[in-house]
T-cell receptor, first 108, second 114 residues
């Protein structure tokens, strides 16, 4: 099993929609997780950190399910500017192994 | 504050040539990562350093790849000889500590080997 797995997408949604995607991880020992956003031809940038069961920041909510070993990212009221690739990474280890990312396309 | 600085931003080279990519981490960060990103394989971890010491280089694809970190403010990734399949975007990232902290990425080096 891969250390981190994500559905590559793309997820195509209209503006205003709610969309969620998951990230599954194999090592249950991680105490933290990070969601990064990567725009086309740019570097990944931190979107959200998760140190407990979840985190919320405006329209973005991350929820951790330790029993099933996945972390989800929920985006409410999607904007055109949310179109990007979203990468997750368990942050509790020295080695930072990212998922392949989920591509989101928000259309008018 | 300056972020992670990578150079060059773009590199085009001929097959067989040596390529050296450079990275300056954020001051005070003691973990440094080199990644390669392609459409097919995503963001692959090549090697990482803690306190300038290479910890895990299992992601380095071949002996043609080597990385060094002579001090806390500088790292290089070298490919010798380069091949067309090495064409990718190479990112350097750094973070404080060794666990549970976010990593900050440089803008990347887009390498094209012809």
């Amino acid at each position: 099993r891969k250390e981190v797995e994500q559905d590559p997408g793309p997820f195509n949604v209209p503006e205003g929609a709610t969309v969620a995607f998951n990230c599954t991880y194999s090592n249950s020992a991680s105490q933290s997780f990070f969601w990064y956003r990567q725009d086309c031809r740019k570097e990944p940038k931190l979107l959200m950190s998760v140190y407990s069961s979840g985190n919320e920041d405006g329209r973005f909510t991350a929820q951790l399910n330790r029993a099933s070993q996945y972390i989800s990212l929920l985006i409410r009221d999607s904007k055109l500017s949310d179109s990007a690739t979203y990468l997750c990474v368990p942050g509790g280890f020295q080695k930072l192994v990212f998922g392949t990312g989920t591509r989101l396309l928000v259309s008018p | 504050d300056a972020g992670v600085i990578q150079s060059p931003r773009h590199e085009v080279t001929e097959m067989g040539q040596e390529v050296t990519l450079r990275c300056k981490p954020i001051s005070g960060h003691n973990s440094l990562f080199w990644y390669r990103q392609t459409m097919m394989r995503g963001l692959e971890l090549l090697i990482y350093f803690n306190n300038n010491v290479p910890i895990d280089d299992s992601g380095m694809p071949e002996d043609r790849f080597s990385a060094k970190m002579p001090n806390a403010s500088f790292s290089t990734l070298k490919i010798q000889p380069s091949e067309p399949r090495d064409s990718a975007v190479y990112f350097c990232a750094s973070r404080v500590g060794h666990q549970n902290t976010e990593a900050f990425f440089g803008q990347g080096t887009r390498l094209t080997v012809v």
